[in-house]
Nanobody, 129 residues
Framework: QVQLVESGGGLVQAGGSLRLSCAAS????????MGWFRQAPGKEREFVAGISRNGDTYYSDSVKGRFTIFRDNAEYTMSLQMNSLKPEDSAVYYC???????????????????????WGQGTQVTVSS
């Protein structure tokens, strides 16, 4: 059973940066696409960024140009570099893993929550104005 553990959340001022990390147990990490989602109080969980097995990346319009997702298959980790943070980025951020997939994955696939079968416990990001 693969487990995902997020880290790196915290409190930052608007305009600042944070890097979130997601550590995966189990070798199936390399056979899966990965994604980041977030949920703000009173709102539904939403897609932030996704990365396929071959490294293709996709972003929501709200974070495009500010966030970067990347993965290290040798270390079984995935990260999200968040720059130019805004108060509206405040949320609990979750990393997620799909079942074994093809090397390529589409935005439509990676942006759907039901594409993922394993989720982390979440890490809080708070951006003050």
């Amino acid at each position: 059973q693969v487990q995902l553990v997020e880290s790196g959340g915290g409190l930052v001022q608007a305009g600042g940066s944070l890097r979130l990390s997601c550590a995966a147990s189990g070798r199936t990490f390399r056979e899966s696409a990965m994604g980041w989602f977030r949920q703000a109080p009173g709102k539904e969980r939403e897609f932030v960024a996704g990365i396929s097995r071959n490294g293709d990346t996709y972003y929501s319009d709200s974070v495009k140009g500010r966030f970067t997702i990347f993965r290290d298959n040798a270390e079984y980790t995935m990260s999200l570099q968040m720059n130019s943070l805004k108060p509206e980025d405040s949320a609990v951020y979750y990393c997620a893993k799909t079942p074994r997939t093809a090397f390529q994955a589409s935005f439509a696939y990676l942006s759907r929550q039901n594409s993922y079968d394993t989720w982390g416990q979440g890490t809080q990001v708070t951006v003050s104005s």
